[in-house]
């Protein structure tokens, strides 16, 4: 029984370990991909703007770090945007994002979790939307 709890919990922990699912953090985006949202749960491939500079990345990567889950049902209108980071691992995690040019603060969706959203800080918003309104 002792040997089965310990195999249960190394084969949790192997999978916890590789699960690549996690939010990336600043420092593992290479690039950010914004285009116009089309879809829940799917990005728009046709990017209107691809950032790779490490101080405009961390922006976005601030962002999300700082974001906190919103309770309750989630009932949105449509996103303005599509926001696609791109790991050093080649691994990409997308992103809708409500944002406009005069909100206090935003919001953000994984777009494999449509169920969840999450607000961003001023702070956040304010960066955001000086990198994307001017």
């Known amino acids: ?10 084969i949790c922990l192997l999978l916890t ?21 089309q879809q829940f749960g799917k990005i728009n491939q046709a990017p209107f703007m691809t950032l790779n500079n490490p101080d405009e990345i961390a922006v976005f990567g ?8 919103m309770d309750g049902i989630v009932n949105v209108v449509k996103a303005d945007f599509d926001i696609e980071l791109l790991r050093d691992n080649e691994e990409d995690f997308s992103f809708h994002l409500w944002l406009d040019d ?9 777009t494999g979790d ?10 956040s918003t304010q960066k955001l939307q000086e990198q994307l309104f001017q």
Request: proline share 2%; glycine share 4%.
């Open 102 to 110: 005069e909100a206090k603060t935003g919001s953000i969706m994984y």
């Open 1 to 10: 029984m002792k040997n089965l709890f310990y195999l249960s919990t190394f």
């Open 114 to 123: 449509t169920h969840t959203l999450y607000s961003l800080t001023e702070d």
């Open 62 to 69: 601030e962002a999300i770090e700082t974001a906190t889950k």
């Open 17 to 37: 370990g590789c699960s690549s699912s996690s939010t990336p953090t600043s420092n593992e985006i290479t690039s950010v991909s914004v285009s116009e949202f």
